[in-house]
């Protein structure tokens, strides 16, 4: 996640209005791996991510007890 941090810290992300712009469709794949190769750290696996209009959501499972933990980033 520090990398992560760095690479977009300071950084704007384009609004392109009725549609989700290049800046944010980047930032968010980065996201998505950041997430997933942290999750394995912890014993947790990313299941779901998803996008909306700038926004992303979705949930991560505990590979032992079968948990799921769901999250929201507006």
Do not use: W
């Not at 760095?6 to 950041?34: L, P, W």
């Not at 991560?60 to 929201?72: A, M, Y």
């Amino acid at each position: 996640m520090e990398e992560l941090y760095r690479k977009y810290q300071g950084k704007t992300i384009k609004d392109d209005y009725g549609k989700n712009s290049k800046e944010f469709i980047d930032f968010a794949n980065d996201m998505k791996k950041s997430m997933k190769i942290n999750a394995a750290k912890y014993g947790l696996r990313l299941i779901t991510f998803e996008t909306g209009h700038y926004d992303m959501c979705g949930y991560f499972k505990d590979n032992e007890t079968k948990k799921v933990c769901i999250f929201f980033i507006p």
